[in-house]
């Protein structure tokens, strides 16, 4: 059902970039999503097809990234523990966990 859901958004977002770009349809569509968002994919693209037929979807998958407020480092958080993998400070700040992105779309 989650996937359901999020090849409904996908499509409304897309045809959202397609109309700002003078378009009534489109014809592929290019997104990240992140992997903390626990979306699987192959579902995603099956249900796709039944939101949006004949579309093409491409699917990123992206890595969650952090940064530490203490030491300023970039690193990919580890989930249960959301510590920075250089100074084990608590204090970071996620940048990309579950976001869904539309990169490009083909119209």
Do not use: N, Y
């Amino acid at each position: 059902m989650h996937e359901v859901h999020t090849a409904r958004k996908i499509a409304r977002m897309a045809l959202s970039t397609a109309k700002s770009q003078g378009r009534s349809t489109f014809k592929g569509v290019r997104v990240r999503i992140g992997a903390w968002t626990g979306i699987d994919v192959e579902h995603l693209k099956h249900d796709f097809e039944t939101v949006a037929p004949g579309v093409d979807l491409q699917v990123e998958v992206v890595e969650p990234s952090a940064r530490c407020e203490d030491c300023g480092s970039s690193f990919q958080p580890d989930s249960a523990t959301l510590a920075c993998s250089v100074c084990g400070s608590r204090k970071v700040r996620l940048l990309q966990t579950r976001d869904i992105e539309v990169v490009h779309i083909d119209c």
